[in-house]
Protein backbone atom coordinates (compact mmCIF):
# COMPACT_ATOMS: atom_id res chain seq x y z
CA UNK A 1 0.00 0.00 0.00
CA UNK A 2 1.42 3.20 -1.04
CA UNK A 3 0.87 6.79 1.25
CA UNK A 4 0.24 9.41 -0.29
CA UNK A 5 0.31 12.97 1.03
CA UNK A 6 0.40 15.78 -1.75
CA UNK A 7 -2.17 16.17 -4.53
CA UNK A 8 -0.18 15.69 -7.28
CA UNK A 9 1.09 12.08 -6.19
CA UNK A 10 -2.31 11.25 -6.28
CA UNK A 11 -3.40 12.42 -9.36
CA UNK A 12 -1.09 10.23 -10.55
CA UNK A 13 -1.37 7.55 -8.98
CA UNK A 14 -5.18 7.52 -9.60
CA UNK A 15 -4.23 8.67 -13.36
CA UNK A 16 -2.33 5.00 -13.73
CA UNK A 17 -5.26 3.11 -12.37
CA UNK A 18 -8.11 4.69 -14.23
CA UNK A 19 -6.17 4.65 -17.18
CA UNK A 20 -5.88 0.32 -16.69
CA UNK A 21 -9.89 0.81 -16.90
CA UNK A 22 -10.14 -0.31 -13.02
CA UNK A 23 -13.18 1.00 -10.37
CA UNK A 24 -12.23 3.06 -8.35
CA UNK A 25 -13.75 2.78 -4.14
CA UNK A 26 -13.17 5.41 -1.41
CA UNK A 27 -13.32 5.24 2.14
CA UNK A 28 -12.88 8.72 3.72
CA UNK A 29 -12.13 8.06 7.63
CA UNK A 30 -10.10 10.15 10.38
CA UNK A 31 -7.95 7.37 11.22
CA UNK A 32 -7.34 5.58 14.15
CA UNK A 33 -8.95 2.77 12.54
CA UNK A 34 -10.98 0.00 14.21
CA UNK A 35 -13.08 -2.81 12.62
CA UNK A 36 -16.00 -0.25 11.54
CA UNK A 37 -13.66 1.35 8.96
CA UNK A 38 -12.20 -1.70 8.02
CA UNK A 39 -16.07 -3.14 7.25
CA UNK A 40 -15.73 -0.07 4.79
CA UNK A 41 -12.27 -1.39 2.92
CA UNK A 42 -13.53 -4.48 2.87
CA UNK A 43 -17.05 -3.41 1.46
CA UNK A 44 -15.29 -1.65 -1.40
CA UNK A 45 -12.60 -4.42 -1.63
CA UNK A 46 -15.43 -6.09 -3.11
CA UNK A 47 -17.03 -3.47 -5.50
CA UNK A 48 -13.76 -2.43 -6.97
CA UNK A 49 -10.06 -2.93 -8.59
CA UNK A 50 -8.99 -0.45 -6.82
CA UNK A 51 -9.69 0.90 -2.97
CA UNK A 52 -8.19 4.55 -1.57
CA UNK A 53 -8.75 5.45 2.11
CA UNK A 54 -8.33 9.12 2.97
CA UNK A 55 -7.19 10.01 6.78
CA UNK A 56 -7.69 13.60 7.99
CA UNK A 57 -8.95 14.81 10.78
CA UNK A 58 -11.50 17.68 9.48
CA UNK A 59 -10.91 20.72 11.10
CA UNK A 60 -14.09 22.13 9.46
CA UNK A 61 -16.32 19.82 11.14
CA UNK A 62 -15.46 20.23 14.72
CA UNK A 63 -17.44 22.93 16.46
CA UNK A 64 -15.20 25.03 19.49
CA UNK A 65 -14.80 23.18 22.37
CA UNK A 66 -14.62 19.66 20.97
CA UNK A 67 -11.94 17.12 20.52
CA UNK A 68 -10.13 18.51 17.43
CA UNK A 69 -6.83 18.64 19.21
CA UNK A 70 -7.73 15.42 21.33
CA UNK A 71 -8.76 13.42 18.59
CA UNK A 72 -6.37 10.45 18.54
CA UNK A 73 -3.68 10.56 15.64
CA UNK A 74 -2.56 6.81 14.88
CA UNK A 75 -1.35 6.96 11.34
CA UNK A 76 1.48 3.91 11.41
CA UNK A 77 -1.14 1.54 13.14
CA UNK A 78 -4.00 3.00 11.00
CA UNK A 79 -1.66 1.71 7.72
CA UNK A 80 -0.53 -1.27 9.20
CA UNK A 81 -4.26 -2.31 9.39
CA UNK A 82 -5.04 -0.75 6.13
CA UNK A 83 -2.68 -2.53 4.15
CA UNK A 84 -3.86 -5.97 5.75
CA UNK A 85 -7.21 -5.68 4.99
CA UNK A 86 -6.17 -5.02 1.09
CA UNK A 87 -6.45 -1.35 1.13
CA UNK A 88 -4.10 -0.01 -2.25
CA UNK A 89 -3.61 3.50 -1.49
CA UNK A 90 -4.08 5.68 1.85
CA UNK A 91 -4.15 9.43 1.10
CA UNK A 92 -3.63 11.39 4.36
CA UNK A 93 -2.58 14.99 3.39
CA UNK A 94 -1.18 17.67 5.81
CA UNK A 95 -4.65 20.56 7.02
CA UNK A 96 -2.35 23.20 4.70
CA UNK A 97 -2.41 20.59 1.94
CA UNK A 98 -6.60 20.33 1.70
CA UNK A 99 -7.46 24.20 3.01
CA UNK A 100 -5.04 26.80 1.64
CA UNK A 101 -6.77 29.38 3.26
CA UNK A 102 -8.06 30.33 6.63
CA UNK A 103 -10.83 28.20 7.26
CA UNK A 104 -13.57 31.18 7.55
CA UNK A 105 -12.26 32.48 3.76
CA UNK A 106 -12.57 28.12 2.33
CA UNK A 107 -15.61 27.38 0.01
CA UNK A 108 -17.85 25.44 1.68
CA UNK A 109 -20.57 23.37 0.52
CA UNK A 110 -24.18 23.61 2.70
CA UNK A 111 -26.40 21.04 2.51
CA UNK A 112 -29.98 21.68 3.90
CA UNK A 113 -33.46 20.48 5.36
CA UNK A 114 -31.66 16.58 5.53
CA UNK A 115 -28.90 18.72 8.22
CA UNK A 116 -31.59 20.01 10.38
CA UNK A 117 -32.21 18.46 13.96
CA UNK A 118 -30.30 16.18 15.42
CA UNK A 119 -26.28 16.05 15.36
CA UNK A 120 -26.83 19.05 12.99
CA UNK A 121 -28.81 21.37 15.87
CA UNK A 122 -26.29 20.29 19.01
CA UNK A 123 -23.37 20.68 16.43
CA UNK A 124 -23.55 24.14 14.29
CA UNK A 125 -21.57 23.68 11.43
CA UNK A 126 -20.48 20.07 11.59
CA UNK A 127 -22.46 19.10 8.34
CA UNK A 128 -21.23 21.62 6.33
CA UNK A 129 -17.24 20.93 7.24
CA UNK A 130 -18.44 17.22 6.71
CA UNK A 131 -19.79 17.96 2.68
CA UNK A 132 -17.37 20.44 2.00
CA UNK A 133 -14.11 17.49 2.76
CA UNK A 134 -16.20 14.67 0.96
CA UNK A 135 -17.15 16.78 -1.67
CA UNK A 136 -13.27 18.36 -1.86
CA UNK A 137 -12.19 14.43 -1.48
CA UNK A 138 -14.83 13.41 -4.37
CA UNK A 139 -13.54 16.25 -6.77
CA UNK A 140 -9.90 15.15 -6.17
CA UNK A 141 -10.19 10.80 -6.27
CA UNK A 142 -13.09 10.84 -8.76
CA UNK A 143 -13.95 7.36 -7.22
CA UNK A 144 -16.79 5.46 -8.93
CA UNK A 145 -17.90 4.63 -5.50
CA UNK A 146 -17.70 5.47 -1.53
CA UNK A 147 -18.45 3.49 1.68
CA UNK A 148 -19.54 5.37 4.51
CA UNK A 149 -20.92 3.69 7.53
CA UNK A 150 -24.41 3.19 8.89
CA UNK A 151 -23.21 4.04 12.60
CA UNK A 152 -23.66 8.39 11.20
CA UNK A 153 -26.70 7.76 9.99
CA UNK A 154 -27.22 11.09 9.42
CA UNK A 155 -23.97 11.99 8.02
CA UNK A 156 -25.17 9.03 5.22
CA UNK A 157 -28.31 11.23 4.68
CA UNK A 158 -26.17 14.31 3.94
CA UNK A 159 -24.09 12.74 1.32
CA UNK A 160 -26.34 10.95 -0.39
CA UNK A 161 -28.49 13.88 -1.00
CA UNK A 162 -25.50 15.76 -1.64
CA UNK A 163 -24.39 13.65 -4.36
CA UNK A 164 -28.31 13.57 -5.58
CA UNK A 165 -28.06 17.80 -5.41
CA UNK A 166 -24.48 18.52 -6.99
CA UNK A 167 -24.74 15.47 -9.79
CA UNK A 168 -21.69 13.74 -8.41
CA UNK A 169 -21.40 10.61 -10.86
CA UNK A 170 -20.79 8.68 -7.65
CA UNK A 171 -22.30 5.35 -5.91
CA UNK A 172 -22.93 5.63 -2.16
CA UNK A 173 -22.67 2.31 -0.15
CA UNK A 174 -23.61 2.52 3.22
CA UNK A 175 -22.15 -0.28 5.44
CA UNK A 176 -24.04 -1.76 8.28
CA UNK A 177 -22.50 -0.60 11.77
CA UNK A 178 -19.97 -2.73 13.14
CA UNK A 179 -20.66 -3.34 17.03
CA UNK A 180 -18.43 -4.60 20.04
CA UNK A 181 -19.37 -8.01 21.95
CA UNK A 182 -21.57 -6.08 24.27
CA UNK A 183 -23.56 -4.31 21.85
CA UNK A 184 -21.27 -0.90 21.46
CA UNK A 185 -20.98 0.61 18.38
CA UNK A 186 -17.25 0.87 17.81
CA UNK A 187 -16.06 4.18 17.58
CA UNK A 188 -12.59 6.21 17.50
CA UNK A 189 -14.19 8.07 20.61
CA UNK A 190 -14.49 5.27 22.44
CA UNK A 191 -11.27 5.19 23.68
CA UNK A 192 -11.76 8.52 26.22
CA UNK A 193 -14.45 6.23 28.14
CA UNK A 194 -13.07 5.55 31.33
CA UNK A 195 -13.80 1.77 32.29
CA UNK A 196 -16.57 2.77 34.31
CA UNK A 197 -18.11 4.46 31.17
CA UNK A 198 -17.07 1.46 28.88
CA UNK A 199 -18.87 -1.04 31.34
CA UNK A 200 -21.89 1.57 31.21
CA UNK A 201 -21.79 2.18 27.19
CA UNK A 202 -23.62 -1.06 25.62
CA UNK A 203 -26.87 0.40 27.84
CA UNK A 204 -26.96 3.12 24.91
CA UNK A 205 -27.64 0.16 22.03
CA UNK A 206 -29.64 -1.82 24.94
CA UNK A 207 -32.16 0.54 25.06
CA UNK A 208 -32.47 1.27 21.56
CA UNK A 209 -33.32 -2.50 21.03
CA UNK A 210 -35.90 -2.13 24.19
CA UNK A 211 -37.42 0.64 22.24
CA UNK A 212 -37.37 -0.85 18.44
CA UNK A 213 -39.21 -4.13 20.30
CA UNK A 214 -41.79 -1.67 22.00
CA UNK A 215 -41.99 0.13 18.74
CA UNK A 216 -42.40 -2.95 16.28
CA UNK A 217 -45.09 -3.96 18.75
CA UNK A 218 -47.05 -0.63 18.50
CA UNK A 219 -46.05 0.86 21.78
CA UNK A 220 -47.41 4.58 21.70
CA UNK A 221 -44.25 6.40 20.19
CA UNK A 222 -44.09 9.67 22.71
CA UNK A 223 -44.61 7.68 26.27
CA UNK A 224 -41.88 5.00 24.74
CA UNK A 225 -39.37 7.65 23.28
CA UNK A 226 -40.28 9.59 26.94
CA UNK A 227 -39.27 6.28 28.83
CA UNK A 228 -36.41 5.64 26.73
CA UNK A 229 -34.56 9.18 27.88
CA UNK A 230 -35.54 8.20 31.52
CA UNK A 231 -33.52 4.87 31.27
CA UNK A 232 -30.53 6.05 29.67
CA UNK A 233 -30.71 9.51 32.19
CA UNK A 234 -30.99 6.54 34.79
CA UNK A 235 -28.14 4.95 33.27
CA UNK A 236 -25.85 7.98 33.85
CA UNK A 237 -25.97 9.52 30.65
CA UNK A 238 -26.94 13.18 29.71
CA UNK A 239 -29.34 12.24 26.50
CA UNK A 240 -28.77 14.98 23.78
CA UNK A 241 -31.41 13.35 21.67
CA UNK A 242 -33.46 10.27 21.49
CA UNK A 243 -35.88 10.79 18.30
CA UNK A 244 -37.87 8.52 15.79
CA UNK A 245 -37.54 9.79 12.01
CA UNK A 246 -38.88 8.08 8.97
CA UNK A 247 -35.64 5.86 7.64
CA UNK A 248 -35.25 9.05 5.00
CA UNK A 249 -34.62 11.70 8.06
CA UNK A 250 -38.32 13.20 7.40
CA UNK A 251 -40.68 12.90 9.88
CA UNK A 252 -42.53 9.86 11.07
CA UNK A 253 -46.06 10.19 9.75
CA UNK A 254 -49.15 7.50 10.35
CA UNK A 255 -48.02 5.96 6.69
CA UNK A 256 -44.63 5.31 7.26
CA UNK A 257 -43.16 1.98 7.85
CA UNK A 258 -39.46 2.28 7.38
CA UNK A 259 -38.02 4.11 10.55
CA UNK A 260 -34.99 4.67 12.35
CA UNK A 261 -34.28 5.43 15.95
CA UNK A 262 -31.64 8.04 16.76
CA UNK A 263 -29.40 8.88 19.87
CA UNK A 264 -26.70 10.71 20.94
CA UNK A 265 -25.92 10.75 24.49
CA UNK A 266 -22.70 11.86 26.91
CA UNK A 267 -21.06 9.57 28.93
CA UNK A 268 -18.54 11.77 31.29
CA UNK A 269 -17.31 14.04 28.73
CA UNK A 270 -17.70 11.39 25.46
CA UNK A 271 -20.12 12.02 23.51
CA UNK A 272 -21.93 8.71 21.75
CA UNK A 273 -24.15 8.37 18.97
CA UNK A 274 -26.02 5.22 17.77
CA UNK A 275 -28.72 4.58 15.76
CA UNK A 276 -31.30 1.39 15.07
CA UNK A 277 -33.91 0.46 12.17
CA UNK A 278 -37.41 -0.57 12.59
CA UNK A 279 -40.54 -1.51 10.88
CA UNK A 280 -43.52 0.39 12.41
CA UNK A 281 -46.42 -1.97 12.40
CA UNK A 282 -49.56 -1.07 10.40
P1 LIG B 1 -14.66 8.49 11.21
O1 LIG B 1 -13.23 8.08 11.10
O2 LIG B 1 -15.24 8.35 12.60
O3 LIG B 1 -14.95 9.81 10.56
O4 LIG B 1 -15.47 7.42 10.36
C1 LIG B 1 -15.13 7.17 9.03
C2 LIG B 1 -16.17 6.28 8.42
O5 LIG B 1 -16.25 5.04 9.17
C3 LIG B 1 -17.59 6.87 8.44
O6 LIG B 1 -18.25 6.55 7.21
C4 LIG B 1 -18.22 6.18 9.60
O7 LIG B 1 -19.63 6.09 9.50
C5 LIG B 1 -17.60 4.81 9.50
N1 LIG B 1 -17.69 4.11 10.79
C6 LIG B 1 -17.22 4.54 11.98
N2 LIG B 1 -17.54 3.66 12.96
C7 LIG B 1 -18.21 2.64 12.37
C8 LIG B 1 -18.81 1.43 12.84
N3 LIG B 1 -18.78 1.08 14.12
N4 LIG B 1 -19.42 0.64 11.93
C9 LIG B 1 -19.47 0.99 10.62
N5 LIG B 1 -18.92 2.11 10.12
C10 LIG B 1 -18.31 2.94 10.97
Redesign the pocket.
Known sequence: MRTLREIPALREALGDARRRGDRIALV?????L?E??L??VEAARERAEVVIATIFVNPMQFGAGEDLDAYPRTLEEDQARLEAAGCDLLFAPDVTTLYARPLEAQTRIVVPEVTEGLCGASRPGHFDGVSTIVGMLFNLVQPDLAC?????YQ??AVIRRMVADLHFPIEIVG?????AEDGL????RNGYLSPEERATAPRLHRTLCELRDALEADGDIEATLAAGTRRLEEAGFVPDYLELRAADLGPVTPTTREAVLLAAARLGTTRLIDNLTLTLPR
Not at 148 to 152: N, Q
Not at 175 to 179: C, L, T
Open positions: PTMGNHGHALFGEKDQLVPIVRALSS
